[in-house]
């Protein structure tokens, strides 16, 4: 026992503040950590990820119009009336904290490497936050968690430029999630998101919601409800995928591309490890650690995403 306690005690010194150089992590830790992140929640996993050199910075975004070719005559050129619109998405980070208490039985009962177990559960519990935060995240919010920075939900319902569908009926009831929603939903989104092979759009809807969906296609008395309930067949109504996302709520939905979502994370992460402190002593831990992140979420483009609303729940 005694040898195993000296690995793991050697182990947690990567970790310390002293030689972190003040808590900053190393960039090759930072790159793989910003990774288990990622990798950790499947909607930070789709989205385009960003790692900012500046707390504020503006990350660029170009676009082209639309209808630019023009005829030409033979021995002419053209007049160059076309424009490339250049434009930028302004990130500005917040600072973010997350602390876990490790135990001296945790410690006891680890086997060497346990400074790549502290960060790996770090990293996970990091990321199923963020992507919450991510989601539904508004700084008007009076729970704290949330209040913490504006989410893509939030900032597509502040957008002018956001299509927007209410699935309510003639009485303005909300109503379940059904194949007509997809097909509103679909024709809502303006033609030129829909005509590339590059911008495929998926909807984006709470988990229970896209169960709910699977159980109305197993009721249809031909194949495909078989086949959807062993499993045999994918949830693409018009052809289009469905992620579920358990922190989604369950009365909205967005219809975009994955990318379109934009996550930053600037890459000075801190980690500080707390071994010789009064609560250390008093809860007999081994050591308190304290993550510190500072990051930002955006919406590339808000005209290329449809946010439904009143999704009876």
């Known amino acids: 026992m005694q040898d195993t306690r000296k690995q793991n005690e050697d182990a947690l010194a990567k970790l310390n503040t002293t030689d972190m150089a003040g808590g900053v992590v190393p960039r090759d830790?930072?790159?793989?950590?910003?990774?288990?992140?990622?990798?950790?929640?499947?909607?930070?996993?789709?989205?385009?990820?960003?790692?900012?050199?500046?707390?504020?910075?503006?990350?660029?975004?170009?676009?082209?119009?639309?209808?630019?070719?023009?005829?030409?005559?033979?021995?002419?050129?053209?007049?160059?009336?076309?424009?490339?619109?250049?434009?930028?998405?302004?990130?500005?980070?917040?600072?973010?904290?997350?602390?876990?208490?490790?135990t001296r039985e945790s410690v006891d009962d680890t086997v060497d490497d346990i400074d790549e177990l502290v960060l790996d559960m770090l990293a996970r519990q990091f990321a199923v936050d963020t992507q919450d935060l991510a989601i539904n995240g508004d700084t008007s919010s009076e729970d704290a968690f949330l209040t913490q920075n504006d989410g893509w939900l939030k900032l597509l319902a502040n957008a002018a430029d956001t299509n927007t569908y209410s699935h309510v009926d003639a009485n303005g009831d909300p109503q379940p999630i059904n194949t007509t929603l997809f097909d509103e939903t679909i024709q809502t989104l303006p033609n030129k998101y829909l005509r590339s092979d590059r911008f495929e759009p998926v909807f984006f809807a709470n988990e229970n919601q896209v169960q709910s969906y699977r159980m109305t296609l197993t009721e249809r008395e031909d194949p495909l409800g078989s086949a959807v309930i062993f499993?045999?067949?994918?949830?693409?109504?018009?052809?289009?995928?469905?992620?579920?996302?358990?922190?989604?709520?369950?009365?909205?939905?967005?219809?975009?591309?994955?990318?379109?979502?934009?996550?930053?994370?600037?890459?000075?992460?801190?980690?500080?490890?707390?071994?010789?402190?009064?609560?250390?002593?008093?809860?007999?831990?081994?050591?308190?650690?304290?993550?510190?992140?500072?990051?930002d979420f955006a919406v590339e483009d808000e005209q290329a995403a449809v946010h439904v609303t009143d999704i009876q729940t």
Not at 34 to 63: N, W
Not at 232 to 260: M, R
């Open 29 to 102: 830790i930072f790159e793989e950590f910003y990774q288990t992140v990622v990798d950790s929640a499947e909607l930070l996993d789709g989205a385009r990820t960003e790692t900012l050199a500046r707390p504020q910075m503006d990350l660029p975004r170009i676009s082209v119009g639309e209808r630019m070719r023009r005829g030409a005559n033979e021995g002419t050129g053209d007049a160059g009336t076309a424009t490339v619109n250049t434009d930028a998405v302004p990130m500005d980070v917040e600072k973010g904290t997350l602390s876990y208490d490790l």
């Open 231 to 295: 499993g045999d067949e994918d949830i693409t109504p018009f052809s289009y995928d469905i992620v579920g996302v358990a922190a989604w709520p369950e009365d909205q939905l967005v219809f975009t591309h994955p990318q379109n979502f934009i996550y930053a994370l600037y890459d000075q992460l801190e980690i500080r490890v707390l071994d010789d402190t009064d609560k250390v002593a008093e809860n007999d831990l081994f050591a308190r650690y304290f993550l510190r992140a500072r990051d």
